[in-house]
C-alpha cells in the first residue's frame, strides 16, 4: 500500500478511535461526578447521624442526672432537680424543655414552671420506657408540654414540635417516676442545613417506623409523613444500617441520596442531592474539555489531511533514492567489520578502512604482503595451516584468531574466510570478540560467586524449573528437608507433602509465572527431624532467555517457628492480664454497689438518733462517730464506684467548647459551707475574660472538687485556699490552688496521684481515701491536660490544673 494511502487509513482510524475516546471519557467523567457526589452524600448523612446520636445521648446523660437525684430522694420540685433541669436547657439548647411526670400524666416538676402541676396524655409521648434504658418518641406537634393540655395549648406553626426522650426512675418508696426531655428537632436539622451550605442539597431526620421526625427548607413534606415506601425503607432497612441509591427521594425527581442509622436511638439521618442539578453542574465543570477534546480531533484530521497531500509530493523523490541505495547497501554492508581480499598465495590486494584502524597503516602499505602477517605471533602458524587448507569454492571456516594491533597487541577476532570460485583466492571479515570475551569471563564469575553465596547462605533455598523439578539446592536445604541433593536434584517438587498441601504451593508457583512479581507467603512444612515448621517461603521468577517467559522459580525458606510460639505465648499473657482487669474492675464496681444500700441505712439512722439523742451528749458523740464513719465509708465506695467507671467501658468525656470559670464558681459555691465550718477563707481570682476550653463540666468539677476539698481539709483554721489562673505558654489555662497545709515531701509529688497512695504526712485519717487525686488525673489525660502538684514557699502545697486553651464542636472522649 502506498504511504499516502497508508497514512490516510491509519488518520481515519485515529481520529475515530479518538471521538470514541472523547464520547467515553464524557461518559466515565459523568459517572465518576456521580460518584463523588454519591460520596458526598454518603459522608453528610455519616456526620449527621452521628450528631443526632452525639446530641441525643447528651439529653440522655442530662437526664440521667435528674433520675440520679429522684433516686436520692430528692423531692421533684426541690431547687436541686429544677436547678439541674434549667442548667440542662442552658447547657443543651437543643432540647426545647425537660419535666418529671409521675405515671398519671401529672408533671410534678418542669424546668418550665408554668406547666408544673398540669396533666397531660402519656400515650401521646409514644411508648413508655421500661428498665433504665431511655425511649425515643415519636414527633409532637407542640412547643412545650403545656401545648398537651386543652387548657394551656396555644397555636403551632405546621412543622414545629419535638421529640420526647423518655425515662423512668424509682425512688425508694416504690413512685415510678418518668423524666422528659423535648428534643428540638429543627435545631439538630439547622446543623444539618449550615453543614451542607448547598441549596441543591435536602436532609431529613425519620424515625425506623418510617414517620418523618423533620427536614430541611427545600423538603416540601410534613412532620410525621409516613415515608416507609421510599427506598431506605423498602431495600435496606433492617438488614443494612446505611445505604446509597439514584432514584425516589423526598423531593420530586430523581434524587442521589444516602441514608446512615443512629448507632444507639432509633432513628436515621437522610441526605440527598438533585440528580438533575449534579448533572448541570458536571456539564458546566467538563464542556471546556470536551470542546478541547473535539478541537484536537480537528486538528488530528487536518493534519491527515496535510501529510498525505506531502507523501504523494515526496513518494517520487523517495523512489529515486531507494534506486541508488540499493546499489551501495552491498558495498555499505561490510564497513561494520574489518573486511580484507587475498589471492591465491595468501597476499593481500584489498582492505577496507577498518582493518587500517585496526593496524595503524594505510590500504597501500598492506597490498602484496601476506595475511599472516596482520595475525599475533602466537596464531600465524594455525592461521597459515587454515589457508593452506582452505578448499577452492568450498564453505566458510572461522577461526579465533589475534590480529595485531597498533599498539603491538594481540586483539582477539572472529575471522570468517570465504573462498572465491576459479581459485580467485578468497575475502574474509574480522569481528573484535574483546568485549565478548570479557563479559563471559565475567559471567563465569559471577556464577561462581552466586554459587557461593547459594552454598553459604544458611537459609534453605533451591531452584525449580518449569517442570517443577529440582534443578539446584544448597547445603542449608539439604539440612533442612533431611534429603541428599543427589537424591533431589531431577526430582518432582512436593512428593513428600499431602496433596492438599502440594496443589496450594503449585497455585502460587503459577502465580509467580504469571505475574512476575516476588511472592511471600507462610506455610508449615515437615523438618528433617520429624516436626513441622512454621515457615515463611518468599518465592521469585527466574527470567528467560532474552526476556522471555520465567524459566524457572527461587525459593527460599526461613524458618519462624519460634517467633510464631513467642507470639502466641504473648497473645495469650495478654489475654489473661486483660481477663484478670476486667474481673477486678467488675468485682470493685459490684461490690461497691452492694455496700451503698447498707450504708445510706446506717447514715440515715445515724441522722435520726442525732436528732434524737437530744441533750445526752455521750449518745451523741456515738451516733455523731457512726455518722462519720458511714459518710467516710460512703465516700470510698463512690471513689471505688469511679475507678470501676474509669477502668470499664463506661467511662466517657463528653467534650464541649465552654467557660472554665462557670463550674469552677460553681464548685466554690458548693464547698463554702464545708470551708466556713473548718474557717477557712476561698480567695477565688479568676481572670475578667473567658477561660475558653473543650471540657467535660461534670467531670472537670470533679477534679475541681476533689483538690479544693483536700485543700480546705488540710488548711489550718483561719486560713486560706487560694484559686487563681493564667495563660501559659503554648496556649494553656493554667487554675492554680493554693493552701498553708502541711505540704507533701518532694519524693511524694508523684505518688500521691497513684490510686490508693497517700502524702506520709495525711495518713492519720484525714487524707481520704487516696482515690481523689487519681481520678483526677486520669480525667485530666482524657481531657488532654495534666495535673501537677508542688510544695509552696512558707508552708503547703499548690496544684495546678493546665487545660488547652482552644475551641471547637462537642466530641466524646474515651477515659481509657
Request: glycine letters at 8%; proline letters at 5%; a negative charge.
Amino acid at each position: 500500500m502506498a504511504p499516502h494511502r497508508l497514512v490516510a487509513v491509519v488518520g481515519a482510524v485515529v481520529g475515530s478511535l479518538l471521538a470514541l475516546a472523547l464520547a467515553a471519557l464524557a461518559w466515565v467523567d459523568q459517572l465518576a461526578h456521580d460518584v463523588r457526589v454519591q460520596d458526598q452524600t454518603v459522608l453528610m448523612s455519616r456526620v449527621f447521624a452521628d450528631h443526632a446520636t452525639r446530641s441525643i445521648d447528651s439529653a440522655a446523660l442530662a437526664a440521667a442526672t435528674v433520675e440520679d437525684l429522684l433516686e436520692r430522694n430528692v423531692e421533684p420540685d426541690s431547687p436541686e432537680v429544677i436547678g439541674a433541669m434549667s442548667q440542662t436547657l442552658v447547657n443543651l439548647p437543643f432540647l426545647r424543655g425537660m419535666a418529671v411526670i409521675d405515671s398519671q400524666g401529672l408533671v410534678l416538676a418542669s424546668a418550665d414552671t408554668a406547666e408544673q402541676g398540669i396533666v397531660i396524655d402519656l400515650a401521646v409521648l409514644g411508648p413508655q420506657p421500661s428498665g433504665r434504658r431511655a425511649v425515643l418518641g415519636g414527633f409532637v406537634p407542640a412547643r412545650r408540654l403545656a401545648d398537651l393540655h386543652p387548657a394551656h395549648a396555644a397555636p403551632v406553626a405546621r412543622g414545629v414540635g419535638f421529640v420526647p426522650l423518655l425515662s423512668t426512675t424509682r425512688r425508694s418508696d416504690g413512685r415510678e417516676l418518668i423524666v422528659v426531655s423535648l428534643v428540638n428537632i429543627d435545631a439538630l436539622l439547622n446543623f444539618q442545613q449550615v453543614t451542607m451550605g448547598d441549596e441543591r442539597m435536602a436532609s431529613a431526620l425519620i424515625g425506623f417506623g418510617g414517620r418523618l421526625l423533620g427536614a430541611t427548607q427545600a423538603v416540601q413534606r410534613s412532620s410525621g409523613e409516613d415515608l416507609t415506601a421510599l427506598p431506605p425503607f423498602v431495600t435496606f432497612l433492617p438488614a443494612r444500617e446505611h445505604g446509597s441509591w439514584t432514584g425516589a427521594g423526598l423531593r420530586r425527581g430523581a434524587q442521589i441520596a444516602s441514608f446512615r442509622t443512629s448507632r444507639s436511638w432509633p432513628l436515621l439521618a437522610w441526605v440527598e442531592f438533585d440528580e438533575d442539578a449534579a448533572h448541570a453542574q458536571w456539564w458546566r465543570d467538563s464542556r471546556g474539555r470536551l470542546f478541547v477534546g473535539v478541537g484536537v480531533l480537528a486538528v488530528t484530521f487536518l493534519m491527515t489531511l496535510l501529510a498525505v497531500r506531502s507523501l504523494r509530493a515526496r513518494a517520487a523523490t523517495q523512489a529515486r533514492i531507494a534506486e541508488r541505495e540499493r546499489e551501495m547497501g552491498a558495498t555499505l554492508a561490510g564497513l561494520q567489520e574489518v573486511v580484507f581480499r587475498c589471492d591465491a598465495n595468501g597476499l593481500l590486494v584489498f582492505v577496507n578502512p577498518a582493518w587500517e584502524r585496526l593496524t595503524g597503516r594505510d590500504a597501500a602499505s598492506w597490498n602484496g604482503l601476506p595475511f599472516v602477517d596482520a595475525v599475533a605471533e602466537a596464531d600465524r602458524a594455525r592461521a597459515g595451516r587454515l589457508l593452506k587448507a582452505l578448499p577452492t569454492d568450498g564453505p566458510a571456516q572461522t577461526l579465533a584468531l589475534s590480529l595485531q594491533a597498533a599498539d603491538g597487541r594481540g586483539l582477539p577476532h572472529e575471522c570468517t574466510v570465504t573462498p572465491l570460485p576459479r581459485d580467485a583466492g578468497f575475502v574474509g571479515s574480522a569481528v573484535d570478540v574483546t568485549e565478548r570475551l570479557e563479559a563471559r569471563r565475567r559471567l563465569q564469575s559471577q556464577l561462581a560467586f552466586t554459587e557461593m553465596l547459594l552454598e553459604s547462605s544458611p537459609l534453605p533455598m533451591s531452584v525449580v524449573g518449569r517442570d517443577r523439578r529440582y534443578r539446584i539446592v544448597n547445603r542449608a536445604w539439604e539440612a533442612f528437608s533431611g534429603r541428599q541433593r543427589e537424591q533431589a536434584l531431577g526430582a518432582p517438587v512436593g512428593l513428600h507433602l499431602p496433596p492438599a498441601e502440594r496443589l496450594e504451593h503449585e497455585a502460587r508457583d503459577a502465580q509467580v509465572y504469571r505475574t512476575g512479581e516476588p511472592l511471600r507467603y507462610e506455610a508449615r512444612v515437615p523438618h528433617a527431624d520429624g516436626s513441622m515448621r512454621d515457615v515463611v517461603i518468599e518465592k521469585r521468577a527466574l527470567p528467560g532467555v532474552e526476556g522471555n517467559e520465567p524459566s524457572g522459580i527461587l525459593a527460599v525458606i526461613i524458618d519462624v517457628t519460634e517467633f510464631r510460639e513467642a507470639e502466641r505465648a504473648t497473645r495469650d499473657a495478654r489475654d489473661a492480664a486483660e481477663d484478670a482487669s476486667r474481673a477486678k474492675s467488675e468485682f470493685i464496681a459490684n461490690i461497691s454497689h452492694e455496700l451503698r444500700t447498707p450504708l445510706q441505712s446506717i447514715i440515715g439512722f445515724s441522722e435520726l438518733g442525732l436528732r434524737r439523742a437530744g441533750e445526752q451528749v455521750r449518745l451523741a458523740a456515738m451516733f455523731d462517730d457512726i455518722h462519720a464513719s458511714g459518710q467516710r465509708m460512703l465516700a470510698l465506695v463512690n471513689d471505688l464506684l469511679d475507678v470501676a467507671r474509669i477502668e470499664s467501658s463506661v467511662g466517657t468525656l463528653h467534650l464541649e467548647r465552654g467557660d472554665m470559670r462557670a463550674p469552677v464558681r460553681e464548685v466554690l459555691r458548693e464547698l463554702q459551707p464545708l470551708a466556713a465550718k473548718r474557717g477557712v477563707a476561698l480567695v477565688e481570682s479568676l481572670p475578667e475574660v473567658p477561660m475558653a476550653a473543650k471540657l467535660d463540666p461534670l467531670r472537670f468539677q470533679q477534679v475541681v472538687r476533689n483538690v479544693v476539698a483536700n485543700a480546705i481539709r488540710f488548711s489550718p483554721e483561719g486560713g486560706q485556699v487560694e484559686i487563681g489562673a493564667a495563660v501559659i505558654e503554648a496556649g494553656e489555662w493554667r487554675l492554680g490552688i493554693a493552701d498553708r497545709g502541711p505540704g507533701i515531701p518532694e519524693d511524694e509529688l508523684e505518688g500521691v496521684f497513684e490510686a490508693f497512695v497517700q502524702s506520709s504526712r495525711t495518713k492519720d485519717g484525714s487524707g481520704g481515701t487516696g482515690l481523689g487525686l487519681a481520678i483526677s488525673r486520669t480525667i485530666m489525660h482524657a481531657h488532654g491536660g495534666r495535673i501537677t502538684a508542688c510544695n509552696r514557699e512558707g508552708g503547703g502545697s499548690v496544684f495546678e490544673i493546665v487545660l488547652p486553651a482552644r475551641a471547637g464542636d462537642t466530641s466524646p472522649v474515651s477515659l481509657l
